[in-house]
């Protein structure tokens, strides 16, 4: 168990230096080959449409857990090289009263993230694609949280633990790696692990709050990861 | 090639991905602590109780129970405070060599706060300190140094001075 715990707090301290590294990595291994941001010459127009896309991981997440989102997002694909992108999405969390804590919370709102992707691969014109990207995701959402009546183990006297409608925001970054593969015509797959960490959060004077919309679960794990299907238009 | 770069970067970040923990406060103990004071002329003093100290929480019905048992040569003392009532009623029991017994009654009253972490974390409640006031058979003054109750174990929330 002190081992387990020992290797989890390793792994949280180097993550966020292994994602620098392979972000470092892919950057220098396209760079070697032709430039990491460098606009290629070629006769492909530079304006080469939208691609709109759908996650899947959180409408999984949505359906067999407690919480999760549902999450669009629309790409334009400039030369396919660059990508500008806006990720919309809705999350909601509603944790029914746990049988260790009795605590139950809920939260549904909006969400947004903007950003930009770069097709690091070496044939940038490919029907594969590799991305490394960066995001600002913002949200402002309300949260209820309930726990059943308890008894004050001193004064003995019942207690309700109840914080209605708390109205709490938050603003965070991501930067990510993903794979797009074309599946048939028009159709992609694609996944995509994100490194988050917030900018700047309020939650009242609630402490802290569990699953925040866009962001997810705030544990230990500053990582996430979406599965998307990807339409080109 | 490339790609064999990159496999074992990647099965690091999968791995990462499926380590997470909960994190729950260690030191989740919130409680009033209280000093004892002096005054030395204008300036307030650290001091110390010599007779021996035992307090009492007073609960709904007019029942009690025991919170502090017979602390002797008492410089500094933690206190439980309930959870969600408006006003905490103390019951202070100083006992001298004497074997002779003097109580007074301390009222605290607060705002309470709940506090969340988690749905894997117990709920707290933080407080904000309002007034305090005591009959004074053996209690001379009892003043709020600070008034927010929270996970923070070393700050001193009152200053308490006894009659020599």
Redesign the interface.
Known sequence: MIRL?S??TF??KS?LW??M??VC??SM?SASAQGFLKLQRDTVPFFRGFAVSADLVGLAQMHLSDYGQYEGALRINLHDQYFPVVELGIGRAD?DY?E??N???KTSAPYFRIGADVNIAKNKHAHNRIYAGVRYGYTSYKVD?D?LP?K??????M?????SDQQCSQHWAEVL?GIDAEVAGPLHLGWM?RYRNRLAHDEG??????YVPGYGK????N?G?SFNVIIDI | MRRLRLLPLLTGMLLMMACSSIDCPVDNVVAVNYVVRAFDGETVVADTLKDTLSVWAVRHGGTDTLILNSGVDVKAFQLPISYAQPVDVLLFQVRDTLHRVQTDTVWLSKEDMPHFESVDCPTRYFHRLTAVRSTHVRIDTILINNPSVTYDTSVKHLHVHFKK
């Open positions: 715990s290797i989890c792994i949280s993550r292994l994602v590294l392979l990595h892919l291994g944790h746990d260790v804590t605590l139950s919370y949280i726990c308890e004050d183990p001193v004064w003995k006297g207690t309700q633990f109840t914080i790696f692990v004077n609630i402490g802290n709050t569990w705030q544990d230990t794990s990582l990861f």
